[in-house]
């Protein structure tokens, strides 16, 4: 390693460190102090360190609110996952494996579902009409169609990997279209999978204007719409927020630490095949 390759890999890692070590920092020092040292705002050592306090609080905070936020938004990030997986696995294999006049069309639709920003007001409307307004399922069916056309791209071009012949040898073996699918393709799609399990789940779980829009109501929170529990127009309690900001940020972040190399693995997996 030369001396230009060294210095470069010293820069990028003290940038890293400032961008995503720095601020992780500064949330835990904010989050365990007390209510009048956190409203100083400053980024200094914590005098006295109130962890169990604050996390006691901030739980029991509005009849234990977090922990019927934290029960929602994993019902509908698993839900959603779930049938993005099923769904965006199944339309990419029709698009890779059935060509047809019809597939220029629905590619195009992929496509603008991935340019077009959705619309909110119709969307409630929509929601409204099929009486899922303010309900989790309709919560779920609007990730599905927000991540949809991602989760079709991203299955469609690893699915070009995979030979066809595999489809051929289950078919003269007698096995129906949606027992190849789920017995012999299904199954050799779990680096993207994990992939999109990662990506997906992590943005699903740390939506907030979704949630804002289209789930209202106290019974329907997520863990997003907890931080507004410390938060007003008069007061706010800084030490709480921030420890309720680091109670949601951590499950994404041990997600992300234990499927990293999956992640790698499966995006190097997909490169060497294509």
């Known amino acids: 390693m030369t001396r230009r390759q060294r210095l470069i890999g010293l820069v990028s890692l003290i940038v890293a460190t400032v961008v995503f070590i720095v601020p992780f920092v500064f949330i835990l020092f904010m989050a365990v102090k007390s209510k009048s040292e956190a409203a100083l705002f400053t980024f200094t050592w914590p005098t006295e360190w109130f962890f169990v306090e604050n996390l006691i609080e ?33 339309v990419g294999y029709i698009l890779q494996r059935r060509p047809s006049g019809w597939n220029k069309v629905i590619y195009a639709c992929v496509l603008m579902g991935l340019m077009v920003p959705p619309a909110v007001v119709p969307t409630i409307w929509v929601l409204q009409g099929l009486n899922l307004f303010k309900t989790l399922t309709g919560m779920v069916l ?21 030979p066809r012949e595999l489809d051929e040898a289950a078919r003269i073996d007698g096995a129906k279209p949606l027992q190849i699918f789920f017995k012999v393709i299904l199954p050799l799609l779990k680096p993207v999978t994990v992939t999109l399990i990662v990506v997906q789940s992590i943005a699903i779980f740390n939506d907030f204007t979704n949630a804002l829009y289209y789930l209202p109501g106290k019974e329907n929170v997520t863990v997003q719409l907890t931080l507004f529990n410390f938060q007003s127009q008069f007061r706010s309690q800084f030490n709480l927020l921030f420890m309720n900001i680091l109670l949601v940020t951590i499950p994404p972040l041990l997600v992300f630490i234990f499927f990293n190399r999956q992640i790698v693995a499966g995006m190097t997996s997909g490169a060497v095949k294509g």
């Open 58 to 90: 901030v739980v029991k905070a509005r009849n234990y609110m977090l922990l019927l936020a934290y029960f929602n938004s994993t019902v509908i990030t698993v839900g959603a996952v779930a049938l993005l997986i099923v769904f965006g696995a199944m």
């Open 142 to 162: 609007i990730h599905v169609a927000y991540g949809l056309a991602f989760s079709v791209l991203l299955y469609r071009s690893f699915i070009g990997t995979i």
